[in-house]
């Protein structure tokens, strides 16, 4: 696609539930990255990949968040046994390469309830 | 939609004049820095990247000022337009992880 597609774009789901969240990037682009926004803030980062394998999951706040990207190209942020406090506003971006300029998708934002 | 920055420090000015919007970073081992452009439900939108070799950048309508020794980086946008307000941020390159670290945040209004 044109740009980095991020789906659903609202998703609303119970305290305890499971959700996956998901993530197109540019068609080439071996670097993915996912961060959280929280209303009023900079976005933070969560986890880089570098084509299949996470190269850097340092932002993961607790073992309740993981990510794949088993072919180097979709990518799916999941989330066990959400909590109130995982409300926010999680964005994929992606790039050429590492550490080159990262383009965003328009984001996913999640409502625990 | 979702409104960004809802408790950010803001910046009003006038169509036509120039608009400054400043960012101090943390990390002087930074080597790569970008400013971004986020409008409400939107995720950020790439404005000018410079390098930490280089102290300014000149892009259409905007200027990226580095000043590594107080760790200090401005954006300048020329001519402020009604579609330019939006929330600011600043991102820093931190290390080899290629991660961005970014910073709070600037609301630009625009007004007529």
């Known amino acids: 696609g044109a740009g980095v597609s991020q789906t659903p774009s609202n998703k609303v789901t119970e305290k305890g539930k499971y959700v996956e969240l998901r993530c197109d990037p540019i068609?080439?682009?071996?670097?993915l990255y996912w961060y959280r926004q929280s209303l009023g803030q900079g976005p933070e980062f969560l986890i880089y990949?570098?084509?299949?394998?996470?190269?850097?999951d340092s932002g993961l706040p607790n073992d309740r968040f993981f990510a794949v990207r088993p072919e180097g190209s979709v990518s799916t942020l999941k989330i066990q046994r959400t909590e109130r406090g995982d409300s926010a506003v999680y964005l994929c971006?992606?790039?050429?390469?590492?550490?080159?300029?990262?383009?965003f998708g328009q984001g996913t934002r999640l409502t625990v309830v | 939609g979702e409104s960004v920055g809802l408790h950010l420090p803001t910046l009003s000015v006038q169509e036509g004049d120039n608009s400054i919007i400043n960012c101090a970073y943390s990390?002087?081992?930074?080597?790569?820095f970008i400013w971004y452009k986020q409008e409400s439900g939107k995720g950020p939108q790439f404005i000018i990247d410079?390098?930490?070799?280089?102290d300014k950048r000149q892009g259409q309508r905007v200027t990226v000022l580095l000043n590594k020794t107080v760790k200090h980086l401005s954006l300048q946008i020329a001519a402020t337009q009604p579609g330019d307000s939006a929330v600011y941020f600043c991102?820093?390159?931190?290390?080899?992880?290629?991660?961005?670290?970014f910073g709070t945040g600037t609301r630009l209004q625009v007004t007529l």
């Open positions: 971006a992606s790039s050429l390469l590492g550490g080159q300029e990262a383009f």
């Open positions: 068609s080439g682009h071996t670097a």
């Open positions: 990949f570098q084509g299949t394998g996470a190269a850097d």
């Open positions: 990390n002087s081992a930074s080597d790569y």
């Open positions: 410079i390098r930490s070799n280089m």
């Open positions: 991102a820093e390159n931190t290390g080899t992880a290629s991660k961005l670290t």
